[in-house]
């Protein structure tokens, strides 16, 4: 599960805008801004957001879902060196 905060955040720290994300994953830009616009965890039929995960993981973007082994929990993005 990936939260719209976490989307807005992926996409920052990739450098990346809203078309161009849109562009990598083969989705509309109007999609995007729906997910991005979305309250909490983001909603949609599974292979979109296979397609919309895949992306952000192709730009070097590792997604850190709730309860995953951190030193100070919560949700999160990392960028790969």
Known sequence: ?????????ARALAGIDQRQLAKRSGLSVPTIQRMEASDGVIRGNVDS???LIDALQSSGIVLIGEGAATNHGGRGVRLLK
């Open 1 to 9: 599960m990936i939260t719209a905060a976490q989307l807005r955040a």
């Open 49 to 51: 957001l296979m397609k």
